[in-house]
């Protein structure tokens, strides 16, 4: 019996499913429209045009203190992996050629060592076109390895 209730209600369930939906019909309804009204124009007016006058400026004579030619070297950028550690530029050496993929896929291998006079790091960093550079504070005879350290 309850079988018959539950086929009963599932082929009551699928007609109801299956028959055609009723679809309303669009109706045009006639919109307002507004007649155009007129808005104030700006009429342009003349503008006076700037004159440019000739002055003079003065140069200062030259001075007699040399100047120092700074040499410029490569910035440490923040796209570079860099060692947890105190170190300069003048620790850091570069790859002497450029590539077209310089600085991708960049990975670094990081060793740090300590004595009684303080820590010290070094790292040398590949990219897609191979070494890219090396940092090096490692003094000889410096044994002791540590943990990263600044």
């Known amino acids: 019996m309850k079988r018959q209730i539950l086929f009963c209600l599932l082929v009551i369930l699928l007609l109801a ?24 124009t700006c009429t342009p007016s003349q503008t006076p045009t700037l004159t440019l006058t000739a002055t003079s400026t003065e140069t200062p004579p030259p001075s007699q203190t040399p100047t120092e030619t700074v040499t410029p070297t490569l910035e440490l950028t923040a796209r570079l992996i860099w060692p947890r550690a105190l170190f300069s530029p003048a620790d850091v ?6 590539c077209p993929l310089e600085g991708e896929f960049l ?3 990081f060793e740090y060592r300590k004595d ?6 070094g790292a040398t960093c590949y990219d897609a076109c191979g070494w890219f550079y ?17």
């Open 17 to 40: 499913g299956c028959r055609a939906k009723a679809t309303p019909e669009p109706t045009a309804t006639p919109s307002p429209t507004q007649e155009p009204t007129a808005t104030q």
């Open 134 to 150: 090396s940092v090096d504070t490692i003094p000889p005879g410096v044994n002791e390895f540590s943990q990263p350290c600044w």
């Open 116 to 121: 009684n006079y303080g820590c010290y790091v």
């Open 93 to 98: 050496t570069w790859r002497d050629t450029t």
């Open 107 to 109: 990975s670094c291998e």
